[in-house]
């Protein structure tokens, strides 16, 4: 079934008929100058001890400076951890602190003189936590390690075999963190940032209180869907109550853990109709977009991956509830974008790998398809 048409009450279309990726997108008083955003990419290259742990740095600046003089519309800055046992590697960003608050200045000045929307990701990454850096093998570091920490999460039920099993979140403990997400939330304000994205998916802590696989609680947490949902929701309510009313929020979901969806695997976990009821709810609480991806539990051998594997879901949640997405996933092709927009299936695309292999991406489309970027001036005039 075709979506609903490209959100027809948007402000400052263009009088000719252009690209739709390069539509400007109106999200509360936001402007984003077009719909090619950049997808949350962990860089695994903050500091893991001293003053500047978890803070950004030369590598974050020049990474993503360069995809905003590159025309992405709007960059959502990696996975950053609320609390230091909420990272999943050691050399995660973190703004637990002022310090690291400090840090991104920088990078948000930056990103908005290039005319790009600043977004951050507040992550905590529940049992997933203490893993190493991927290029180092990523595997799971022990308790005893110099670098590692006891990781927590909704039940003691480790990730995998390799992994410790988590710390059982308490009550108290489980206010804690939604706490922490709304300081987050308040220290990435003050940094510069005008987006800000929950981080609900791929098994991450939120993640795992939502499916029933790893959440295994008799408490008002765990069980029924409205138990399992519970801490996104207080999350989403904390964050909402200090980010301001004109700046938009979004939330990243795993439309599916890809459990139930296998029909040879015994496992009950979190699925795509969840997912929509989950999303009325979203709405209800003042998210503004879901950013759809998919994954978290299943072994990556067990996901059908193709170009744009994700979109059905984004396309079916954007339907069904009228809530603004984005679709992400093996997009990599200007035209294959445009057609998920144009065909009403998202209403932005977030782009991962394809990014790292062109920063130039949203301006080379641009090209492509006849749309508009900003260039920066030092680039512009010559070429
Ligand atoms: C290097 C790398 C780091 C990632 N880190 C994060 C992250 O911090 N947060 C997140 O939600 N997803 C993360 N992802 C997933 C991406 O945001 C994206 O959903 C995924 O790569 C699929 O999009 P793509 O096919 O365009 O790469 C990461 C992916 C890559 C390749």
């Given at each position: 079934?075709?979506?609903?048409?490209?959100?027809?009450?948007?402000?400052?279309?263009?009088?000719s008929?252009?690209?739709?990726?390069?539509?400007?997108?109106?999200?509360?008083?936001?402007?984003?100058?077009?719909r090619?955003?950049?997808?949350?990419?962990?860089q695994?290259?903050?500091a893991a001890?001293?003053?500047d742990?978890?803070?950004?740095?030369?590598w974050?600046?020049?990474?993503?400076?360069?995809?905003?003089?590159?025309?992405?519309?709007?960059?959502?800055?990696?996975?950053?951890?609320?609390s230091?046992?909420?990272?999943?590697?050691?050399?995660?960003?973190?703004?637990?602190?002022?310090r690291?608050?400090?840090?991104?200045?920088?990078?948000?000045?930056?990103?908005?003189g290039?005319?790009?929307?600043?977004?951050?990701?507040?992550a905590?990454?529940?049992?997933?936590?203490?893993?190493?850096?991927?290029?180092?093998?990523?595997?799971?570091?022990?308790?005893d390690?110099?670098?590692?920490w006891?990781?927590?999460?909704?039940?003691?039920?480790?990730?995998?075999?390799?992994?410790?099993?988590?710390?059982?979140?308490?009550?108290e403990?489980?206010?804690?963190?939604?706490?922490?997400?709304?300081?987050?939330?308040r220290?990435?304000?003050?940094?510069?940032?005008?987006?800000?994205?929950?981080?609900?998916?791929?098994?991450?802590?939120?993640?795992?209180?939502?499916?029933?696989h790893?959440?295994?609680?008799?408490?008002a947490?765990?069980?029924?869907?409205?138990?399992?949902?519970?801490?996104?929701?207080?999350v989403?309510?904390?964050?909402?109550?200090?980010?301001?009313?004109?700046?938009?929020?979004?939330?990243?979901?795993?439309?599916?853990?890809?459990?139930?969806?296998?029909?040879?695997?015994?496992?009950?976990?979190?699925?795509?109709?969840?997912?929509?009821?989950?999303?009325?709810?979203?709405?209800?609480?003042?998210?503004?977009?879901?950013?759809?991806?998919?994954?978290?539990?299943?072994?990556?051998?067990?996901?059908?991956?193709e170009?744009?594997?994700?979109?059905?879901f984004?396309?079916?949640?954007?339907?069904?509830?009228?809530?603004?997405?984005?679709?992400?996933?093996?997009?990599?092709?200007?035209v294959?974008?445009?057609?998920?927009?144009?065909?009403?299936?998202?209403?932005?695309v977030?782009?991962?790998?394809?990014?790292?292999?062109?920063?130039?991406?949203?301006?080379?489309a641009?090209?492509?398809?006849?749309?508009?970027?900003q260039?920066?001036?030092?680039?512009?005039?010559a070429?």
């Open positions: 079934m075709p979506g609903p048409p490209l959100r027809p009450a948007q402000p400052e279309e263009s009088e008929p252009v690209s739709a990726l390069f539509e400007p997108y109106a999200l509360r008083s936001l402007s984003v100058p077009n090619i955003w950049m997808a949350p990419m962990c695994y290259s903050a001890t001293g003053p742990t978890g803070a950004a740095n030369d974050h600046f020049a990474h993503y400076a360069s995809r905003a003089a590159g025309g992405t519309g709007l960059v959502l800055v990696e996975a950053t951890a609320v230091p046992e909420g990272r999943i590697s050691p050399a995660d960003l973190g703004i637990w602190n002022d690291q608050a400090e840090a991104f200045r920088p990078i948000t000045a930056f990103l908005a290039q005319g790009t929307v600043p977004g951050i990701q507040l905590h990454a529940g049992r997933k936590a203490s893993t190493d850096r991927p290029w180092r093998g990523g595997a799971a570091i022990g308790v390690d110099a670098e590692g006891k990781p927590v999460g909704p039940s003691p039920l480790a990730y995998d075999g390799s992994h410790t099993a988590p710390a059982e979140l308490s009550t403990e489980i206010q804690q963190i939604v706490g922490q997400f709304a300081d987050a939330a220290r990435a304000l003050e940094a510069g940032f005008r987006v800000a994205e929950i981080h609900g998916a791929h098994g991450y802590l939120i993640g795992e209180f939502l499916s029933p790893s959440n295994h609680r008799t408490d947490y765990g069980g029924s869907f409205e138990n399992r949902t519970r801490f996104a929701l207080e989403v309510d904390a964050v909402r109550a200090v980010w301001p009313e004109e700046l938009p929020l979004f939330f990243r979901i795993s439309a599916t853990d890809w459990l139930t969806e296998n029909a040879d695997d015994p496992r009950e976990g979190w699925t795509a109709d969840d997912t929509v009821r989950l999303a009325r709810r979203l709405l209800a609480h003042g998210v503004d977009l879901l950013d759809v991806s998919t994954g978290g539990l299943a072994p990556k051998a067990r996901i059908p991956v170009p744009g594997y994700q979109v059905p984004a396309e079916r949640v954007r339907t069904e509830t009228g809530l603004p997405v984005a679709a992400v996933g093996l997009i990599t092709d200007p294959q974008a445009e057609k998920i927009l144009a065909d009403g299936h998202a209403d932005a977030l782009l991962g790998r394809e990014l790292l292999r062109d920063p130039y991406f949203a301006r080379n641009a090209r492509a398809l006849g749309g508009d970027v260039v920066p001036e030092q680039y512009g005039y070429v």
